[in-house]
């Protein structure tokens, strides 16, 4: 889903009604705040822009809250938010089924 495609009306939404939210980290995963009580969150780094603010909004907001660090699979761009990084699948589905069990 792009988010960057919906008013922030729409997106407020959407966060309102997920049961689980999977995204890379951006601006987007702000919009945790809206998940309701409970909900499941996993954000997704590259291995150069880890940062804590999504993890401190779902916190907040009694999201259960998991995180990923990607591999670097491009020559690195000047900005490294703009990395290119690869997720393992086989990682990914573990760590959301130890998060189902929450």
């Known amino acids: 889903m792009a988010l960057e495609d ?3 009306e729409e997106q407020v939404g959407v966060f309102a009604e997920a049961d689980w939210v999977i995204g890379p980290n951006g601006s987007s995963m702000f919009n945790l705040v809206f998940c309701p009580k409970g909900a499941r969150a996993i954000e997704l780094f590259s291995e ?3 940062n804590v603010c999504q993890w ?6 009694q999201v259960h809250y998991g ?4 591999s670097q699979v491009a020559a690195p761009h000047t900005d490294p938010h703009e990395f290119d990084y690869s997720i393992d699948t086989e990682q990914l589905l573990q760590l ?7």
């Not at 959301?96 to 929450?102: F, K």
Request: aromatic share 4%.
């Open 67 to 70: 995180y990923l660090i990607g």
């Open 96 to 102: 959301a089924d130890h998060m189902s069990g929450i």
């Open 56 to 61: 401190a909004i779902a916190n907040l907001a």
């Open 48 to 50: 150069s822009s880890v």
């Open 6 to 8: 919906l008013k922030l």
